[in-house]
């Protein structure tokens, strides 16, 4: 049997929501870690696979489909039992789909992707205070999408959840801890994500891999509420 091959590395967000949605469907798969420092994702043959050479990209049989969105959307729509995780009826199904479009163009490309361009290109060592205030604009948005339900997209987890815990635990454990005090929902959130089980090894290892590498480059900002960040989101503290 021919069982689907994920591409990519677990310190990328959207990588991370495929693992997420994977485990949530128990699809059994191959995971190919590709490292990207070394340019393996521009080698010739997965330039052929996908020429916007990003990861996740995912390998089933014939098809090769990438961008994270697409991929968990297919990955439910072909695989799972039951459409509780990308609701088929139409309203619901465009609450997920806008959460989703909100995770790739203000949380990823629209903040995460600038903050990294700061610090990784133009050497910033310190978060810019332009690019905070955006983030802490996402955060208070996503409070207010969690204002009436426990998820992102209503009563029950869907790939929604997913695609945003993946970004906004890499922002909160690397540019901006949420606080709990300013963002209650986000926060709770957050920690009812975190105890998923397999969390730790679908979504929180790579989280710290990347968030370690980030804070390293603003030394300034390691300070007690990171460090804070990280306890809580180890222990599941907020729980509800
Ligand atoms: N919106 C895309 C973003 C994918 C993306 O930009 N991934 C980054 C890693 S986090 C990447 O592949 N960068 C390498 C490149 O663009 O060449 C998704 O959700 O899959």
Redesign the pocket.
């Known amino acids: 049997m021919v069982i689907p091959i994920l591409y990519?590395?677990e310190?990328?967000?959207?990588?991370r929501?495929?693992l997420l949605t994977l485990r949530a469907l128990q699809l059994e798969h191959e995971f190919r870690p590709l490292d990207?420092l070394a340019g393996e994702?521009?080698e010739p043959e997965m330039l052929r696979k996908n020429p916007?050479?990003?990861?996740?990209?995912l390998e089933d049989g014939e098809a090769c489909i990438?961008?994270?969105?697409?991929?968990i959307g297919y990955l439910v729509n072909k695989y799972a039992m039951s459409d509780e995780l990308y609701p088929k009826d139409p309203l619901q199904r465009a609450v997920v789909d806008q959460r989703l479009h909100f995770?790739?163009g203000v949380l990823?490309?629209g903040i995460?992707?600038q903050l990294q361009r700061a610090i990784f290109k133009e050497g910033a060592t310190e978060v810019p205070k332009d690019r905070l205030a955006e983030l802490r604009d996402a955060y208070a948005l996503l409070e207010q999408f969690l204002a009436e339900n426990p998820y992102l997209a209503g009563p029950r987890l869907t790939i929604a959840d997913f695609?945003i815990v993946a970004t906004v635990s890499t922002l909160h454990l690397s540019y901006c801890p949420v606080d709990g005090s300013k963002y209650p929902k986000l926060s709770a959130w957050l920690a009812r994500l975190s105890a998923l089980p397999f969390y730790e090894e679908d979504n929180l290892r790579g989280a710290r891999e990347l968030a370690d590498r980030i804070r390293a480059k603003l030394p300034k900002q390691f300070d007690k509420l990171w460090q804070k960040a990280f306890e809580d989101i180890k222990s599941g503290a907020g729980k509800q």
């Open positions: 990519g590395t310190s990328s967000p959207p990588v929501a495929v990207m994702h521009l916007q050479h990003t990861v996740p990209m990438w961008d994270s969105h697409a991929i995770e790739t990823f490309h995460f992707k695609s």
